[in-house]
């Protein structure tokens, strides 16, 4: 069957327009994501502004290195459960003296 050339005319008419609304939807929601990332990073310069340069240096410094953010987020998480099972079994007072311990060790 043939088609005739008005139509194979409108349908390559057709198929950019499409594409074109296709990335148009496409577009918008990555401005709105774009937007949305911009206001949480702004709120979080906001944020850090507030705290001495000491600490905001420190913070770029980390922040360089997302890898090992993550790899210190574990290791602390298998140590707070290592330390939690080894205090299981101890009275309340004595958790208490243990974990001041852990804080404050100078001023035991």
Not at 30 to 35: G, I
Not at 44 to 62: C, G, H, N
């Amino acid at each position: 069957m043939r088609i005739p050339n008005v139509h194979k005319f409108l349908l390559l008419l057709f198929i950019p327009i499409a594409a074109v609304q296709g990335y148009a939807q496409n577009a918008d929601k990555e401005v709105a994501a774009l937007q949305e990332i911009l206001k949480e990073d702004r709120s979080a310069a906001e944020a850090l502004a507030l705290y001495p340069q000491q600490i905001r240096d420190s913070i770029f410094v980390a922040s360089a290195h997302p890898e090992l953010i993550s790899r210190i987020s574990l290791l602390q998480k298998k140590s707070s459960t290592a330390f939690r099972k080894l205090t299981a079994n101890l009275s309340k007072e004595e958790k208490q003296d243990i974990y001041g311990m852990v804080r404050d060790p100078v001023n035991c």
